[in-house]
């Protein structure tokens, strides 16, 4: 039993060592693995070198053709700053946001096409199936574009009013859900300052619709009561060099666009007649036009004799006499009691019982 033991202790494998010819087959087996493999590797690595540059310098030149592109923009509208024309037509500060927004997606869309197709060939060069990829992709996009709609509809609804000009900084505007002016316009969020000094953040996705006040021209309108026997000839005469004198002066001789038009009759009573006066004006400078448009022509018909009349207000003592009895209620039949009416409308009495004798 003891031999036995012994015996099959000595046929256990024993750990050989390495010897000189089995590093010698061992090299050789790696040198012919890369001997055969090297050019393979070579040539895609030439090949994903090449994409790599050739998207660098492609990244490279269509950025600095957008960035000249922009500078080219905001050079046209510094030319003209300075000018009548630039004062009037041409917001240097609007022209440089809306230049920077733009120049902004169209180098972030550019980079990323150029980017991402340079990613999908190297992908394609190591032999990577993308089939899997572009499907998870393609799900993941839907996943997200339904999580973040919101965000997208912001983004897409900011780039088209950029592109579009549909209002710019210093732009007078009606939003719907907001209106003010302009402060900053992002493809994401548009700032207005409101008419009590606040600010506004309206997501361009929830505009529906938009009001520009500033582009264009603006139209202001003053309506002038005078009496009805005044004669209308001399009045218009006094109006129209009131509209003379006012486009002389500074800065109106700016603001008005056409001269001061008196287009007639809106309105005739018995007692007074109102004669509407209208002006194009600069966008929005219709207010500050109507209100000195207003003040002038008081002046010139008051040196000119022609009163101003208008209608007095509701409960005024000097219009229509107020009738005490109108809050009066109408009398009643049931506040006499005397009256049948009360009589039929008083409550019964109701009949009195004798109680019962006690029993002895």
Known sequence: MFWSAALAADSTPRPTTPTLDDAHRSATNAAGWVEENWSTWLSVGLRIALILVIAFVLRSAVRRGITKLIERMNRTAQAVNGTALGGLLVNVERRRQRSAAIGSVLRSVASFAIMGTAGLMILSALQINLAPLLASAGVAGVAIGFGARNLVTDF?????????????????????????????????????????????????????????????????????????????????????????????????????????????????????????????????????????????????????????????????????????????????????????????????????????????
């Open 156 to 360: 897409l609804s900011g780039v088209f009013m950029i592109l579009e000009d549909q209002y710019g900084v210093g732009d007078s505007i009606d939003a719907g859900v907001a209106s003010g002016e302009v402060i900053e316009v992002g493809l994401r969020v548009t700032k207005l300052r409101g008419d009590s000094g606040e600010i506004w953040y309206v997501r361009n996705g929830e505009v529906k619709r938009i009001g520009n006040l500033s582009q264009g021209w603006a139209t202001a309108g003053v309506d002038v009561q005078i009496r009805a026997d005044e004669d209308l000839d001399r009045v218009r005469e006094v109006i129209n060099q009131v509209g003379v004198d006012m486009a002389k002066d500074e800065p109106w001789n700016e603001r008005l666009w056409e001269p001061i038009e008196v287009l007639g009759l809106t309105a005739v009573y018995l007692d007074s007649m109102i004669v509407r006066v209208s002006a194009r004006t600069m966008p929005g400078k219709s207010l500050d036009v109507e209100r000195e448009l207003r003040w002038r022509i008081k002046k010139a018909l008051n040196e000119a004799g022609i009163q101003l009349v208008g209608r007095p207000p509701e409960g005024d003592p000097a219009g229509e006499p107020v009738d005490a009895t109108a809050s009066m209620t109408a009398p009643s039949a049931l506040a006499n009691p005397e009256s049948p009416q009360s009589a039929a409308a008083s409550p019964l009495t109701p009949p009195t019982t004798t109680p019962p004798a006690p029993s002895k």
